[in-house]
């Protein structure tokens, strides 16, 4: 699982504000061309007030790592493609084979809102909207590097209200693929990206089908060591 995400609860330094201003400086100044109007863009951003904006540093692939505006406020209602922060809880069939997982804050995307219609589909979760317009977003991975599988959540469908499907593109993230639907309590906060790397998620998830039809869970002993024949080249997966 993804565990290197780096909050920053509370208000930024000086230098922090500096960086974050002239980074959205030179993001607004490329756009419009005019680096003073950039600048100022920038400015109007800082964190002035305890309650008001956050920055957020993300490591993890779970979305596109980099910088983050966090806007600590729990929303009332979201939309498909919302970026938002949640309290995760790891459940009880994960602390069981990985105990070392603590809870934490993540930060996924909205993928399935209210009334929208959740169906699995062999290990590929899809999501189809009002219109009856459906996508696949991802698949459930069978198990971790080790060979202890993973569980596959059951999602109510369609989706009640005030509870929302959050997602990430990596094919590691712990998200509604095993956790289910995440309540609107415990989402305490929405992000914008601010600076952020991109990833080809869809390379990753070719690499990490190819290592699980070559390393189903039946070829690992109790200890986690693969003990069966590779088919392949041996792809190590990131750490689930």
């Known amino acids: ?17 500096a960086t ?22 920038g400015a109007i951003t800082l ?32 939309n498909h493609g919302d970026i938002v922060r949640w309290n995760f ?38 999501v189809c909207d009002i219109f009856a317009s459906c996508r696949n977003l991802g698949k459930a991975l069978p198990h971790d590097g080790n060979g202890k599988r993973f569980l596959k959540a059951v999602i109510a469908s369609p989706i009640p209200p005030d509870h929302y499907l959050l997602y990430a593109d990596h094919p590691t993230s712990m998200d509604s693929r ?17 600076s952020v790397e991109k990833i080809d998620y869809p390379a990753i998830a070719v690499k990490l089908d190819e290592y699980f039809r070559t390393h ?5 002993n109790e200890k986690g060591e693969f003990v069966g024949a590779v088919t392949a080249a041996t792809i190590v997966p990131p750490s689930p």
């Open 216 to 220: 189903p869970a039946e070829a690992f």
């Open 1 to 17: 699982m993804n565990t290197d995400e780096v909050m920053i609860d509370t208000p930024p330094t000086f230098m922090e504000r």
């Open 47 to 78: 964190y002035t007030a305890n309650d008001g904006p956050r920055l957020l540093w993300v490591k993890t692939k779970s979305l596109y790592p980099g910088w983050y505006t966090i806007y600590p406020e729990q929303p009332i209602q979201l």
């Open 89 to 126: 809880v790891p459940p009880e069939w994960l602390r069981k084979i990985h105990p070392e997982v603590p809870p934490k804050q993540y930060l996924k995307r909205v993928e399935g809102v209210p009334g929208d219609i959740v169906r699995w589909e062999g290990d590929m979760l899809v």
């Open 178 to 194: 095993y956790l289910g639907l995440i309540p609107i309590t415990s989402i305490n906060g929405t992000a914008k990206p601010l």
């Open 20 to 41: 974050h201003v002239l980074k959205v400086g030179v993001m607004k100044g490329a756009k419009y061309g005019l680096m003073l109007i950039g600048f100022m863009a």
